[in-house]
């Protein structure tokens, strides 16, 4: 595996892609496939699968294509899901409130253990079996119970002060739900996700298709 190259954003995406398609295909008994196969399975170019693959060296054997459950192996180690990370949220509003009930993370290795307020009334009451802690005890709980990723669910203007604490405790990828850019080190992994800005931009194309319907 290839870790001195700069891995594009996109191509990470695209292997977690293929290795939902693969997995399909392996629960049905393929085992084999090819990088055309694939590709066209995806709505991709044989060439992408490829290139994509290529970042992490050598899956399959010319004239022979993939084996499925070798492959399937080597994405879930590449993309960190032979593992599972523990999770917490930062804010119980409405949507940390979504993000607790949400039964999908424990199907991605993902293990919701922590959630944290700042609102005194709510500190102690449980939360999908979940106490919820003083955003004061942040620091402590990150090493008691191995948080590995923090999602920020609050409020734009004490956004920035929670992440800094995350970053202080040794978290290393963030989630973050507030409208705000945050200020992290380098070898600290933010991933923004703005759905007010999301909205916004599926409403830019209902004006143009309507646009153009009336030319």
Known sequence: MNNNKKIPETTISRLFIYLREISKLAEIGIRTISSSELGERLNLSDTQVRKDFSYFGQFGISGSGYNINE?????????????????????????????LAYPGFKEQGLNVVAVFDADTKKIDKEKNSLIIQSIDELSKTVKQKDLAIGIITIPANHAQKVADSLVAAGIKCIMNFAPISLSVPEDVKVKNVDLSRELETLSYFLAGSKQTKKE
């Open 71 to 99: 492959l399937k192996a080597a994405l879930k180690t590449i993309l960190g899901k032979d593992k599972t990370w523990n999770v917490c949220v930062i804010g119980v509003g409405h949507l940390g409130s979504a993000l």
